[in-house]
């Protein structure tokens, strides 16, 4: 564990040497969460992100799904993804680069790390110069080599689709210099 968040971190200040002036980092938090009122399941989503140049980003996700009524298990994905702005403003394709989820809780199984993929598609309006909003249609495993790893998640969890529909609110809070 100690191995990989030091790879994460030394990843995002090596890739700070090949920023552009306009990089910047910033957080953002799942505001679809509410659905947990209708739903038996909770899906929310946190994720720090570090804006490269105009063209692409990384984001470090962190979510979190969890049965509300009859089983104590909680699913924790992590993951690396890069987002290619293609047209240089906010319409985004996003990839899974390293995905896991891992089960937690009280009925969790014998294989509590799953490796995972997803692919998203969105489009970041900026509401101030540092606040954004960012709705993003998630597909989780498009191609599907994962079909097992995703039975194993929707047989614990029955809300966990294949499509997701995130409304991210971010707030850009530091802006990097070139080097």
Known sequence: MKRTLLAVALAFTLSCLYA??????????????????????????????????????????????????????????FGLFLDYHPFHNGFFLSVSLVQVGLFSGF?????????????????????TPSLYLEPKLIVRDPSGVFKAEYALIQRYLPDYGQFRLFLLVGWEFLAIPAL
């Not at 659905?35 to 994720?47: H, M, P, W």
């Not at 969790?108 to 509401?127: C, I, R, S």
């Open 107 to 127: 009925d969790k199984g014998d294989e509590p790390l799953q490796y995972l993929n997803e692919v998203a598609f969105g489009y970041t309006w900026h509401v």
């Open 20 to 77: 552009s002036e306009g990089s910047t980092l910033s957080l953002g938090g799942d505001l679809r969460g509410a659905d947990a009122l209708f739903l038996d399941t909770l899906q929310a989503r946190a994720e720090v992100r570090l804006c490269i140049n105009d063209e692409f980003s990384f984001h470090i996700p962190c979510t979190l799904t969890a049965d509300l009524r009859y089983n104590d298990i909680r699913l924790w994905e």
